[in-house]
């Protein structure tokens, strides 16, 4: 089984830092693009930033400024540095990966994380 694994949520003051890391494990033939999304209360989940294999990011622009992807392929992990959090960023956070799994190594799907809270005080 393909799963994907969050740490590094957590409670932090307005201006503080967090470093979110996701690990993918399991049957796992390739993973291509990679990305975390966030989803607050009442909220459709929304893209925070993606990495492609090569290397190539994309950010939401209310977090370009402020957060960074990247990932290590060695390891099947990317990671979200964020800085300057403020109480807006609040939410659950996922890490997702387009991966092509051994069982079916044809295709690719989008395999998502439980999720972990990021709450930003006042």
């Known amino acids: 089984q393909v799963q994907l694994l969050e740490s590094g949520g957590g409670l932090v003051p307005a201006g503080g830092s967090l470093r979110l890391s996701c690990a993918a494990s399991?049957?796992?033939?390739?993973?291509?693009?990679m990305g975390w999304y966030c989803q607050a209360p009442g909220k459709q989940r929304e893209l925070v930033a993606t990495i492609t294999k090569d290397g190539t990011t994309d950010y939401a622009d209310s977090v370009k400024a402020r957060f960074s992807i990247s990932r290590d392929n060695a390891k099947n992990t990317v990671a979200l540095q964020m800085n300057s959090l403020k109480p807006e960023d609040t939410a659950v956070y996922y890490c997702?990966?387009?991966?092509?799994?051994?069982?079916?190594?044809?295709?690719?799907?989008?395999?998502w994380g439980q999720g972990t809270q990021v709450t930003v005080s006042s």
């Open positions: 997702a990966a387009d991966i092509q799994p051994w069982s079916s190594v044809r295709y690719v799907k989008t395999y």
């Open positions: 399991g049957s796992i033939f390739s993973i291509n693009a």
